[in-house]
Structure formats: structure tokens, C-alpha cells
């Protein structure tokens, strides 16, 4: 047998989220399947573009930049799912339709849209998608707000201009039972919605974890090696 390609990937991924929807009583229109393309070449992107994938998550600047300039024009949809450095916010705003990263209020400060000086108008060029990130973990490094913290930064996104609050991200962290992780994220989301209505979405679930997200009502899977194959290493990206 020969390995499974890139298309029979996809179709296996996409069978089994319609697998765990089914199971869970929902509809697959209702996720939104972000295909995790970091350390993979542009023309990887090209063969995910003709399977009608268009949803794309970058996680490192520098790489992302360069992906959305090169494949500009191909009606991709960018999500940048990595941590986003203070210095490059609003490079990353520039190409990103959404991004799932938002762990603290110096970062909003720098994704929000700047107010015109002079009439106090929000500077047109519309709002970009947001999820904070919620941490799962005690370590600081894993990006994500604590859950203390938590509130107070949803408030400072809701009132930030040029930002639209989608929700909460999550990364199950390594070692616990993936479903609770998620139950807690939705728990988490339902008591944000006491200030935040419309931030009705949760960005979780992995290429190892999907179904279990799922079930716990994820609206936006993060899934890369399960559908692209392993990573490559760092180097040589410019295969195009
Ligand atoms: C790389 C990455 C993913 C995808 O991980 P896989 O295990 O390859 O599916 C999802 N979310 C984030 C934040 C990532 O950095």
C-alpha cells in the first residue's frame, strides 16, 4: 500500500469531522476547517487550493507575510494562529482575515485600528476577526491569557475599535484528557457571553484532538499534519 495522499488526507480529516459532528448532533456547516500550513511549502498551498480549501492558519510572521504576498489574489483567508510579536501587530492585521492569538492588552492595543486624529473617526479598512487565546497550562510561554485574566481582557477587546470578537482559543495542553480541556474552553466561552453575546465561536481541536473538540462544540478546527503530511524542517521554504 502506498501512503495516503494529499486529497486522501483531506478526505479522511473531512470524514471523520463529519463522523464526530453526526455523533454530536451538529451540522458541519457549522465548523470551519483551518488547514495549518506553517513550515510547508507555497506549492503544498497551490494542490490545498485546487482541493477547494481556502482557509488557510499560518503561525510565524515572517512566513505568513511572505505566503499571503506571493499567493495574493487566490481568495485564501489567513489565520494566524501563532504568537503575535507587539512590533509586528499590525503587519500581521495586514494579511490576516482572522487571528486566533489575542492573549493580552498590549497586543490589542497594537491590533486595534487607529482613531483618525482629527475627526475621532475609526480609520476605514473595516474590522478584523479575533479569538483570545486562553492558556490551559501554569506555563506563561505557551501564549494565552490565564483564566483570571481572562475577563478583563475580552472587555478590553470589546471596546477596542477595528477588532471583532469571535470567541476563545485553545490549545488542549499535552498530557491532560483533551475533552475536559474543551469542555472547560466552552464553559469559559458561555460565561463570556454574559459580556460578549456574539462571541459565540471556539477555536480548538488539533489534528489529534478534532473529534473531542467537536463534541465540545468547537467552531474552527486547527488541523495541519493530519492533512498535510509531517512538517517539513525550517529550512527551505521557497519551493514554489
Ligand atoms: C501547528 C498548530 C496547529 C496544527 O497542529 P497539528 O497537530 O499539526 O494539527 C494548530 N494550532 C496551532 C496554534 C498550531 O501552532
Same mark, same amino acid.
Given at each position: ?5 494529499l /486529497?486522501? @488526507? ?10 464526530a459532528?453526526?455523533l454530536?448532533?451538529? #451540522?458541519? *456547516?457549522?465548523?470551519t ?8 511549502? +507555497?506549492?503544498?498551498? @497551490?494542490?490545498l ?5 481556502? *482557509?488557510?492558519?499560518?503561525s @510565524?510572521?515572517? $512566513?505568513?507575510?511572505?505566503?499571503? &504576498? ?10 494566524? +494562529?501563532g504568537? !503575535?510579536?507587539?512590533k509586528?501587530?499590525?503587519?500581521v492585521r &495586514?494579511? #490576516?482575515?482572522?487571528?486566533? #492569538?489575542v492573549?493580552r ?9 487607529p482613531?483618525? $486624529?482629527?475627526?475621532g473617526?475609526?480609520? /476605514?479598512?473595516?474590522e478584523?476577526d479575533?479569538f ?7 506555563d ?8 483570571p485574566?481572562l ?19 485553545a !490549545?488542549?495542553?499535552?498530557?491532560? $484528557?483533551?475533552k475536559r480541556?474543551f469542555?472547560?474552553?466552552? $464553559?469559559l466561552? /458561555?460565561?463570556?457571553r454574559?459580556?460578549?453575546?456574539d462571541?459565540?465561536?471556539l #477555536? ?6 478534532y &473529534?473531542? &473538540?467537536?463534541a ?9 499534519t493530519?492533512?498535510t503530511?509531517? @512538517? ?9
Open positions: 500500500m502506498s501512503e495516503p495522499d /486529497a486522501q @488526507r483531506l478526505a479522511n480529516v473531512r470524514g471523520g469531522i463529519a463522523d459532528a453526526r454530536a448532533g451538529r #451540522s458541519v *456547516d457549522d465548523i476547517t483551518v488547514v495549518v500550513t506553517k513550515f510547508q511549502p +507555497v506549492s503544498l498551498i @497551490r494542490e487550493l485546487e482541493l477547494g480549501v481556502r *482557509d488557510l492558519g499560518e @510565524r510572521h515572517q $512566513e505568513a507575510q511572505a505566503k499571503a &504576498a506571493e499567493l495574493a489574489g487566490a481568495g485564501i483567508r489567513w489565520h494566524f +494562529v504568537q !503575535v510579536q507587539g509586528k501587530a499590525r503587519q &495586514a494579511y #490576516s482575515s482572522v487571528i486566533h #492569538s492573549d492588552e498590549s497586543l490589542v492595543t497594537g491590533l486595534a485600528t482613531v483618525a $486624529e482629527h475627526t473617526a475609526v480609520e /476605514a479598512g473595516a478584523v479575533c483570545v487565546q486562553v492558556n490551559l497550562t501554569e506563561p510561554a505557551r501564549g494565552g491569557v490565564s483564566i485574566d475577563a478583563p481582557l475580552v472587555e478590553r477587546v470589546l471596546s477596542a475599535p477595528g477588532l471583532r470578537l469571535l470567541g476563545l482559543m !490549545v488542549a495542553p499535552l498530557g491532560a $484528557e483533551p480541556s469542555a472547560l474552553v466552552s $464553559e466561552g /458561555a460565561q463570556m454574559g459580556i460578549a453575546p462571541a459565540r465561536y #477555536s480548538m481541536g488539533m489534528s489529534q484532538d &473529534a473531542a &473538540a467537536i465540545e462544540g468547537a467552531t474552527h478546527l486547527r488541523i495541519g493530519a492533512i503530511g509531517n @512538517r517539513p524542517a525550517a529550512v527551505n521554504l521557497k519551493t514554489s
